[in-house]
């Protein structure tokens, strides 16, 4: 049985509470990308200036070394990781590259992501699908992208997935 604590980190919005199983350490977010299980740590980055983000989208590299939402878009990846912070254009720093935090997966992070467009079977695990509009889980009717497999089933909601375009892990840079 797994006991979980729930702690604010330092100065996250109260939507970025991190849940700590303590019997194996592992670290999981309480966003639409719930860290199911592998390796992640949190990295700040500068976020492109006047551009609105959510917390828990999926957030890319923009290509001049800037954090913004991605969508099922062309061009999307490599997925930077999950964002922790909204911006909204009322923000002090909406008009500033102010940096971030957002969680980066490892080659092994699986996510528990919501099927927010079409309807999940298990014949599709093991297939490629997009990522949602928004940038906040995955539609299972397109695999223009593929930027996200599907690796296993829990309902026709809820997807196992990993982020097959994230950034290149890299602990302690």
Same mark, same amino acid.
């Given at each position: 049985?797994?006991?979980?604590?729930?702690?604010?980190?330092?100065?996250?919005?109260?939507?970025?509470?991190? /849940?700590?199983? $303590?019997?194996?350490?592992?670290?999981?977010?309480? %966003?639409?990308?719930?860290?199911?299980? !592998? =390796?992640?740590?949190?990295?700040?980055?500068?976020?492109?200036?006047? &551009?609105?983000?959510?917390?828990?989208?999926?957030?890319?590299? %923009?290509?001049?070394?800037?954090?913004?939402?991605? /969508? =099922?878009?062309?061009?999307?990846?490599?997925?930077?990781?999950?964002?922790?912070?909204?911006?909204?254009?009322? =923000?002090? =720093?909406?008009?500033?590259? &102010?940096?971030?935090?957002?969680?980066?997966?490892?080659?092994? &992070? $699986?996510?528990?992501?919501?099927?927010? /467009?079409?309807?999940?079977?298990?014949?599709?695990?093991? &297939?490629?699908?997009?990522?949602?509009?928004?940038?906040? !889980?995955?539609?299972?009717?397109? /695999?223009?992208?593929?930027?996200?497999?599907?690796? !296993?089933?829990?309902?026709?909601?809820?997807?196992?997935?990993?982020? %097959?375009?994230?950034?290149?892990?890299?602990? !302690?840079?």
């Amino acid at each position: 049985m797994s006991v979980t604590a729930r702690k604010a980190v330092g100065s996250l919005p109260k939507e970025s509470l991190l /849940t700590l199983k $303590i019997n194996n350490h592992k670290t999981r977010f309480m %966003n639409s990308f719930t860290i199911w299980s !592998g =390796d992640t740590y949190v990295d700040w980055a500068p976020k492109l200036v006047s &551009t609105a983000l959510t917390a828990n989208a999926m957030l890319r590299w %923009n290509g001049s070394g800037y954090l913004t939402q991605a /969508t =099922d878009a062309a061009g999307q990846n490599p997925f930077a990781g999950v964002g922790l912070r909204t911006v909204a254009s009322t =923000d002090s =720093d909406y008009a500033s590259a &102010t940096k971030i935090p957002f969680v980066v997966p490892a080659s092994d &992070t $699986i996510f528990l992501a919501p099927v927010v /467009t079409g309807t999940l079977t298990a014949a599709m695990v093991g &297939t490629y699908c997009d990522l949602a509009s928004t940038g906040v !889980g995955i539609k299972v009717t397109t /695999t223009a992208q593929v930027g996200i497999l599907i690796v !296993g089933f829990i309902s026709a909601t809820q997807a196992l997935v990993k982020i %097959n375009s994230a950034a290149q892990w890299k602990p !302690g840079a």
